[in-house]
């Protein structure tokens, strides 16, 4: 069985007929998610309302937001079609796979199964999607909603991308352009994330513990929990909140921002009952934006140093790819040398 079945591209058609995890996803026991010893959010990540930007709270915008501006119709709509699209017949499906990882639209399984020494509980359909007109030709066709559907939910979200890069700016003390400003002809991405019920999630993940490399992420999710953050030394599972998104500062922040704002690590862990679908948006420079840490937040005389050296963000994404998650980040490898 298990031969047959891991002869599969996809997670999802070996998932259905197995009882065991096959080996290659079964991670070391120091390596495992723990789910007994988890903490449930709560209150540690902050709801804020997007109304409020317009206000003196600006600066606490990180983790769920709503009152977002995406209409709930575009929502429930991308939501449908990316289900649509993962329950597909496996012929239908495949016709996107690839493991190229320069690829602009390709579906594939688990993160790079060309690099990694585990994999992971995941199958992903991820798009480029800035501008929409360059790449919506490579998308998927089937379901036939699916370009316009997109089209559409990416739009909106890319909006309220650049609503939120205003805000962050201005919460650095810089103009509000002025992030935007750093990111080249800008870059937008999209994933479309599948994690089929896993007979024995206690040994595997979704996605082990990351921190995106790209600026911010947005990441709508279904009604199944499954992400959890590192917050105050322990993971801490952030259930879904109906109409809302998870804001996750990524690393270009993190080098922007000269670490005002840090990336932010976090994790998907897999159920043995349900499937759960989540959508990160991932917005980025493009890739020959020179990225550095703002001119105005460094000052060598009030010990407030460059902490990284400008790179252009093809290298760093290369980087991240290469490395398969192998570690959390790949930030420290952009640190400015000690003088």
């Known amino acids: 069985m298990e031969a047959s079945a891991t002869s599969k591209l996809l ?3 070996i998932a259905s007929s197995v009882d065991h995890v096959p080996s290659n996803y079964v991670r070391p026991i120091s390596d495992r998610p723990n789910l007994s010893e988890i903490e449930t959010s709560g209150d540690s990540i902050p709801m ?15 983790y769920q937001i709503k009152n977002h501006g995406v209409p709930e119709k575009t929502i429930e709509r991308m939501m449908t079609v990316a289900r649509e699209f993962f329950r597909q017949p496996e012929s239908e499906r495949v ?64 909006a309220l991308v650049l609503v939120l890069l205003e805000a962050i700016s201005e919460s650095l003390g810089l103009a509000k352009d002025s992030v935007s400003n750093t990111l080249g002809k800008h870059g937008q991405h999209m994933a479309l994330n599948y994690y089929p019920p896993c007979p024995q999630p206690d040994l ?39 109409n809302t998104f998870i804001v996750n500062i990524g690393d270009q922040m993190q ?55 400008s790179f252009i963000y093809a290298e760093y994404y290369e980087k991240f790819w290469d490395r398969a998650l192998a570690t959390e980040s790949c930030i420290d490898l952009f640190k400015a040398s000690k003088t």
């Open 204 to 242: 595997t993940f979704g996605l082990p513990g990351h921190k995106d490399p790209n600026l911010i992420t947005l990441l709508l999710q279904d009604e199944v929990s499954g992400l959890q953050v590192f917050k105050d030394g322990k993971w801490i599972a952030v259930h879904p909140v109906p």
């Open 48 to 62: 804020i309302d997007l109304q409020e930007l317009h206000g003196p709270n600006r600066a606490g915008v990180i």
């Open 11 to 13: 997670v999802s058609d």
């Open 255 to 309: 080098v922007i921002s000269n670490d005002k704002y840090k990336s932010v690590l976090h994790r998907a862990v897999v159920n043995s009952d349900k499937e759960r679908i989540s959508i990160p948006t991932f917005y980025c420079p493009s890739l020959d934006a020179v990225v550095g840490p703002q001119q105005e937040l460094i000052n060598e005389e009030e010990e407030s140093p460059a902490v990284y050296r």
């Open 95 to 158: 016709k996107h796979y690839s493991a190229d990882t320069k690829k602009t639209t390709r579906l594939s399984t688990s993160f790079n199964v060309g690099s990694e020494k585990f994999s992971n509980w995941r199958d992903f359909l991820r798009l480029h999607c800035l501008p929409i007109e360059d790449f919506i030709s490579e998308w998927p066709s089937s379901p036939v909603s699916f370009r316009d559907v997109t089209a559409e939910y990416a739009t909106s979200v890319r």
